[in-house]
């Protein structure tokens, strides 16, 4: 069956840090992966996708993500981060064949200190 | 930019009691998904709709859960009776179809938080 790991429930980093999300997925195929965010209160924005190709994602806000076959892993990335970054960040992996359920992570939090 | 329309957004209701949801997808979106999220959680997907047709209902607590998508277009979430544990946000999704590059991916309404008593 398939799953995702996200270890880290919470995280902060200081304005202007880098940040890293770690997600590991479990998928006996070729999967989807995406990254979608959460503001409290609101809906789940889709961040970036994963389908094949470069393994290595651009999506929007300055965020980018890398599939690593070998390590079953599509961590998130961004170079600098903002105030307005503080949220939920949900890592998920779906199917490549018709419309099959995405399966989500339990998500990581993330705190942005002035 | 079309939305996935969610109401209400906020819902409070006693336990026994019944609550409906409603979504409205994007348009010309075929596949309609809605998902529970316990807070804290990640959504976990309760019903899946093509077109009319229920695809994956398998998460979906059928003695008390209800859903529906008469026509293909927008769809209603029933829970009766409401139990405390029922309390989550709740999720509706909606995805293009093939031949428009949906590729799985799917958008997300605002949702509706229900707090059960």
């Known amino acids: 069956a398939q799953s995702v790991t996200q270890p880290d429930i919470h995280i902060t980093v200081s304005e202007g840090a880098s940040l890293e999300l770690r997600c590991n997925y479990s998928y006996g195929a070729t999967p989807y992966l995406f990254w979608y965010v959460q503001s409290p209160g609101q809906g789940l924005q889709l961040l970036l996708k994963?389908?094949?190709?470069?393994?290595l994602v651009q999506g929007i806000k300055g965020f980018e993500a890398e599939f690593k076959r070998s390590q079953s892993s599509f961590n998130l990335r961004k170079p600098s981060v903002h105030w307005s970054d503080a949220a939920e960040y949900f890592c998920?992996?779906?199917?490549?064949?018709?419309?099959?359920?995405?399966?989500f992570g339990t998500g990581t939090r993330l705190l942005v200190s002035p | 930019e079309a939305e996935v329309a969610q109401s209400p957004r906020y819902k409070i209701t006693e336990k026994s009691q019944a609550v409906a949801f409603w979504c409205d997808p994007i348009s010309g979106h075929a596949t309609l998904y809605w998902y529970r999220q316990i807070l804290g959680q990640g959504p976990e997907l309760l019903v899946q709709f093509q077109d009319e047709s229920v695809v994956d209902d398998s998460q979906l607590p059928k003695d008390r859960f209800s859903a529906e998508r008469l026509k293909g277009v927008d769809s209603t979430l029933k829970i009766q009776p409401a139990e405390l544990g029922d309390s989550a946000m709740y999720l509706c999704?909606?995805?293009?179809?093939?031949?428009?590059?949906?590729?799985?991916?799917?958008?997300f309404g605002a949702g509706t938080r229900l707090s059960v008593l």
């Open positions: 998920a992996v779906g199917g490549n064949t018709g419309f099959q359920k995405l399966v």
């Open positions: 999704a909606s995805s293009p179809p093939p031949t428009r590059g949906g590729k799985n991916i799917q958008y």
């Open positions: 994963y389908f094949s190709g470069d393994t």
